[in-house]
């Protein structure tokens, strides 16, 4: 009997999490978008358009296999890569809406391409990057005051429209995701002190990522960017967290701006949007 998808919940979540540990930090990955969505779950239990997966057989389980669609974006993770489950699960996902496969390991991708060029799937993008990462305890160091005139402290959901609208990968549905990530999860905006302007920020996506790390286009060249990194990285530490950020391969000057700061790269993970399948799909505003 063919292995099917098992609706998986919290308390699997938080089983699956631990197995990651081994061998740190090669399953950082795995590790800290369980870790995003473990705390998701705790602070809204029930978090709509939220599926969690493994496969109904002991052997997945034993390897924390899991995929989550969150909304439109896909997320998975498994011990093993080489014995055909992580295909096997992605096979029985719905991609008749288009999905956005993110921050999907290298060690997966293999099982991913041959799910998309079985099923023949067309996509909208396809982008590698480097998994730049930072132990804690070097995290801790990164503390830093703010330039003169300005003032370090976590964007709140007012700053959402703004950051959605200067971040170069929004989309249709982002702006919802920006709130909630800001809501969810640890984040940094330096503010202008007398007029409390938002001119740089970066947030923490679901997979447990440094994101949208973005400085408004008339602050630029004044090293902003570095200094939310620095302190959003402090603040990751602070609650015991390594810090990991996904750099585009070709995106020169923000790895350089990693590199200085201490950040080394330990893998790499491919983002990609497949095109839905039974025409074209509008996500529901608001959610």
Known sequence: MCPQLEVIGLLDLQKFQGLYKQNWPKYCQEYYCLDNFIEFLKKQPHIKH?????????QARDEGLFV????????VGSLNNSNGLVKKALDLVDWSSGLKCSSIPYRHIDALNSIIEE???????????????????????????PPVGFVLKGLSVEDAPLVNEEWPNHHLGSLFFIERQIRMCVSVGLYQEDTQELVAWCIRLQGGYLGALQTKESHKRRGFGSVVTREISYRLAAQGHDVMALVGTANKPSSAMFSKLGFRVIDQCEWLRTKPTKGEFTWPEGE
């Open 50 to 58: 939220l599926q969690l997966y493994t496969l109904d057989i002991k």
């Open 119 to 145: 099923k023949k799937l067309n996509l909208e993008f396809t982008n590698p990057t480097d998994l730049f990462y930072m132990k804690a305890e070097d995290a801790l160091q990164l503390r830093v005051e």
């Open 68 to 75: 989550i669609v969150d909304r439109y974006q896909l997320f």
